[in-house]
Structures are given as structure tokens and as C-alpha cells.
């Protein structure tokens, strides 16, 4: 592929200007994602520049000049990787119009406009269904800006949550353009933690770095207290630590600690049954998952476990792209950013030495662990994100994986710059995926 400017010229109808190196006779047809129209080859004098003629770039919804990959595959020229971001929450007009994601969907274009590539964000409310074209939402100039433009090639699913992921015309999108135009669109929903656990626990690689793992109910809660000095109770579905809960004993009593409105709150029960009832009254217990409590190492007094980043490349193979330790707030039960939890490297923690083995052995079981997920679980996957940590004893433990994992973590000094390994692999894959649509245009179809 031939990194590009993409231009228009008002001197001819129907042409396609071409660089020497790019230039072939045959040319016949010029894509532009779903968007495609018959044309004429010529060459162009500008080594680094391809034009459209103005009817050309007018009927191919071309949004704006951009520097992008071109590629010539038999009579057709094209161009990729065509990038849509599909989110719900924008507030047109706004200087923040995707609220706190703002800052990270900004970031992701910029980083696409830098490797040649467009990017843009999509939200349901935003398809031209008849005309197959979109209102894409840019951030051009400086500036986020609405304009006209075709169906990416690639969908990133950025939903963020579960609540918009499950709304009718959110699925009426993702039905159509995955089963109808075969765009491929992966990390495709959030997980269930139950399920998660479920299928690894089954895995001989996998099941060696899971804690016991219960379903929520009266017998195995006094089953796991009687087994454990501390347990978990987190709900299936959620994350960055929200709705979990620290059940320990302490003599005959239970103590129980959680959060409310981002504050510690500590209460103490007789028995196990008047906590399941004062605890879980509003809620069904079979939301609910208890996990053993393990024993973290501490760093300044303060335990630690680990936040890792994976992510598939440009060959669809997964890489490891980032690690961050991250230390829990003064009195908190988890290492949670949100909750006041800090975040250090590797090398801070350990030392050079140590930290060179502890990445090797988490590299090793992440790797392992995407590889059996990505099985497991329908639809495409291309990055996941995983809370593990290594005890005392150097064993690995996998406490979440995360499907939407979060980059807020990757905002921290200590870990800027591993967020430029996230989003290189990010983009190869992107770019896997649209080269792969456009060499076997069925291949997503049949998996889905």
C-alpha cells in the first residue's frame, strides 16, 4: 500500500490522477469504502497526490482532503482505512460533544490522520440508510464538524454502556451493516463476568489463574467465608469496579465494606443470612458473582494488582501493548482509578530485574487468556483488557476481563507512553480488517 494525499481537480470529469508509482493502465473503477464509480487513469506530475475530478469526489462522498493508503487490486483502485467510531451520547455544538470520552475519540483521529488513515465518529442517529451514505462527526481543523461521507470499512464499537448498547436502533445499525453491507465491526459488546469465567474455567491454560468463582446465594456465601479470610461480590454486568463489595470475618462477625457515591462505607453483620438480606434487599442476588479474596502484595503499605492492555495487530495475531501497576487509595478495597487508586510502572514497583520476569510471566498468561476468549466469544475482538495480579507466592490471578477496556489509565505520566503501542496495534488492525473486506469481500460473512 502507498501512503497518499487524496485531492480533488476541477479540469475533467470522470478522471483519476495518479502518481507513476501507483499508476496503471487497467484502472477502471475507484472506491472510496462502500462508495465506487467508473474512471478513467491518468498520471499525475505530483509524486505524493492522487485527484479525483470534482464529479468523482462529489459522488464517492469524499469528506475532506487527507492523506490516506492507496492500493490498486486488479481493475480498481482503493483507498483505506475508512475508520467509524459508533457511539451514542453527542451533543452537537458542544466543545465536549461526547462528554468524558471526548478527549480519547479525539486523540484516536488525530492518531489515524497521522498514519494515513480517516477516522470518524458514528451514532445511530446519523445513517442515510437510502443513499448509503453517513453524517460522519469529524475533528478537522481543530474542530469537531458534521459532514457527508460514506459507510466506513470498519467499525469500532465504543457504546458506552449497556443500557444504549441494548437500544433498538443501536442492534438495527449493528444488524446492518454487519449482515447486510458485511462491515466488519468488532469488540462488539460488553462481557458477562459469569460467562467469561465459565468458559475459562473449563480451559487447562486459562482455569490456572482464576480465583473460586460462586454464584450469589445463602449456601455459597457462608460456603466461601467459611473457605476464604476475604471474598468479593460483584455484579455480572459492570465495571471500573462499580457495585463490588469486601465480605471478611472478624470473629463471629462479618464485615462488610463498599462504596457510595465514590466514599468507603463499613458495616459489620451477626450472621451471613441478615447480610445477604440487608445487602442485596433491592437487588437479585443472580446478578451477583462472590470471587475468593486474594492476598495482594503491597507497595508502600498500599496493595497493588495490575491493569494490562491487549490488543491484535496488523496480522490479527494478539500482542501485549501496555501494563500498568496500580496501587489502592488510603482505606479502599480496590485498585480502581475512580476510587483513588494511583498508578505506577513496573520498574517502580519491582526494579528493573524483577519487573523484566513479572512482564514476561503476565505477557505470557494475557496473551494465553485473549487467545482463549477470542474463541469463546462470538463476534470480532481486537483489544481486551485484563485486571490480574501476582502474589507473594508469584502466582498469576485473573480477577476481569473487559471487553470495552477503558484508556483513562493510559492519561497517568507514569504510563503516557504505552498508549502509543495501544492505539499502533489498534490501527493495524483497523486496517487488517479493511484490507481483508476489500480482498475477500464475503469473508465476514460468514463468520457472522
Given at each position: ?315 490479527g495475531k494478539w500482542q501485549l501493548s501496555a501494563v500498568a501497576a496500580k496501587t489502592a487509595g488510603a482505606n479502599n478495597m480496590t485498585t480502581h482509578v475512580l476510587y483513588g487508586g494511583d498508578v505506577k510502572t513496573l520498574g517502580e514497583i519491582y526494579g528493573r530485574k524483577k519487573a523484566l520476569s513479572v512482564l514476561s510471566q503476565i505477557k505470557d498468561a494475557c496473551i494465553a487468556l485473549s487467545e482463549i476468549i477470542d474463541q469463546e466469544i462470538d463476534g470480532l475482538i481486537g483489544e481486551l483488557g485484563f485486571d490480574v495480579a501476582v502474589d507473594r507466592e508469584d502466582r498469576l490471578w485473573l480477577f476481569e476481563a473487559n471487553a ?45
Amino acid at each position: 500500500m502507498n501512503s497518499v494525499k487524496l485531492d480533488k481537480r476541477a479540469d475533467s470529469e470522470g478522471t483519476v490522477y495518479l502518481p507513476r508509482h501507483l499508476y496503471r493502465d487497467g484502472i477502471k473503477n475507484v472506491w472510496f469504502s462502500n462508495k465506487n464509480m467508473m474512471c478513467r487513469p491518468a498520471v499525475s506530475e505530483d509524486e505524493e497526490t492522487v485527484y479525483l475530478s470534482d464529479d468523482l469526489w462529489r459522488a464517492l462522498s469524499v469528506p475532506h482532503l487527507m492523506r490516506i493508503q492507496a492500493t490498486v487490486i486488479g481493475e480498481a483502485l482503493y483507498f483505506l482505512p475508512i475508520i467509524g467510531l459508533l457511539t451514542t451520547g453527542y451533543t452537537s455544538g458542544s466543545l465536549y460533544p461526547f462528554g468524558q470520552r471526548t478527549d480519547e475519540y479525539q486523540r484516536l483521529i488525530t492518531f489515524v490522520k497521522k498514519n494515513s488513515g480517516c477516522a470518524f465518529i458514528l451514532t445511530p442517529d446519523h445513517f442515510d440508510w437510502e443513499n448509503e451514505t453517513v453524517n460522519g462527526i469529524f475533528y478537522h481543523n481543530g474542530k469537531w464538524v458534521e459532514k457527508l461521507a460514506p459507510f466506513p470499512q470498519v467499525v469500532y464499537d465504543r457504546i458506552p454502556n449497556r443500557k444504549d448498547e441494548r437500544l433498538t436502533k443501536v442492534q438495527e445499525v449493528k444488524n446492518k451493516l454487519q449482515y447486510k453491507y458485511g462491515i466488519p465491526w468488532f469488540n462488539p459488546g460488553f462481557f458477562d463476568k459469569a460467562e467469561i469465567f465459565e468458559a475459562l474455567k473449563h480451559h487447562p491454560i486459562s482455569a490456572q489463574y482464576l480465583p473460586q468463582t460462586y454464584e450469589l446465594n445463602l449456601e455459597n456465601l457462608r460456603k466461601a467465608l467459611d473457605l476464604y479470610p476475604s471474598v468479593y461480590v460483584k455484579p455480572k454486568k459492570a465495571s471500573h469496579g462499580i457495585g463490588i463489595k469486601l465480605f471478611s470475618k472478624e470473629g463471629k462477625k462479618i464485615r462488610c465494606l463498599a462504596y457510595h457515591q465514590g466514599e468507603p462505607i463499613e458495616k459489620t453483620y451477626h450472621h451471613v443470612l441478615e447480610l445477604l438480606s440487608a445487602e442485596f434487599r433491592h437487588y437479585s442476588p443472580n446478578q451477583y458473582l462472590i470471587q475468593q479474596g486474594v492476598t495482594l502484595p503491597e507497595y508502600n503499605g498500599r496493595p497493588y494488582d495490575f491493569r494490562v492492555h491487549t490488543n491484535k495487530d496488523g496480522t490479527g495475531k494478539w500482542q501485549l501493548s501496555a501494563v500498568a501497576a496500580k496501587t489502592a487509595g488510603a482505606n479502599n478495597m480496590t485498585t480502581h482509578v475512580l476510587y483513588g487508586g494511583d498508578v505506577k510502572t513496573l520498574g517502580e514497583i519491582y526494579g528493573r530485574k524483577k519487573a523484566l520476569s513479572v512482564l514476561s510471566q503476565i505477557k505470557d498468561a494475557c496473551i494465553a487468556l485473549s487467545e482463549i476468549i477470542d474463541q469463546e466469544i462470538d463476534g470480532l475482538i481486537g483489544e481486551l483488557g485484563f485486571d490480574v495480579a501476582v502474589d507473594r507466592e508469584d502466582r498469576l490471578w485473573l480477577f476481569e476481563a473487559n471487553a470495552k477496556p477503558g484508556r483513562i489509565i493510559f492519561t497517568k505520566p507514569a504510563i503516557r507512553k504505552q498508549a502509543r503501542f495501544v492505539d499502533k496495534y489498534w490501527f493495524d488492525y483497523c486496517t487488517y480488517l479493511a484490507e481483508l473486506g476489500i480482498r475477500k469481500p464475503q469473508w465476514y460473512l460468514s463468520l457472522v
